[in-house]
């Protein structure tokens, strides 16, 4: 089984939900670390979720509040095993204000 370290971004994140990360087929997928940041002129609230096609589609984190000019790291030790086909969702409450950095580990 061959393991790889990844770094997926995503910049200027609005009010739609977007995917970060698909994982592929035959490959397992550990998230390591999520860092959101606002890019804003204002306070925004952002929301980072695993969409499923096969289970219940959930929330990571919602409506969290990041102060202007600030990050938010969070899984903090933590971390969250997805499977082939689920999607790393990230959105927020303001147009192009947010920064997304996702790090994981594939299994293949």
């Not at 970060?20 to 979720?49: E, K």
């Not at 971390?79 to 969702?89: A, F, H, R, S």
Request: charged content about 15%.
């Amino acid at each position: 089984m061959a393991n790889n370290f990844k770094l997926k971004t995503k910049a200027s994140v609005g009010v739609t939900t977007v995917g970060i990360y698909t994982v592929p087929v035959s490959t397992t997928t550990t998230i390591l670390g999520i860092t959101l940041a606002n890019v804003s002129g204002s306070g925004i609230n952002a929301t980072v979720g695993i969409a499923r096609t096969l289970a219940d589609s959930v929330s990571i984190i919602r409506n969290v509040p990041i102060p202007q000019g600030s990050s938010l790291e969070f899984m903090a030790g933590n971390k969250v095993v997805i499977e082939p086909n689920d999607i790393i969702t990230v959105k927020s409450d303001v147009t192009s204000s947010l920064d997304v950095s996702l790090s994981i580990l594939e299994m293949t």
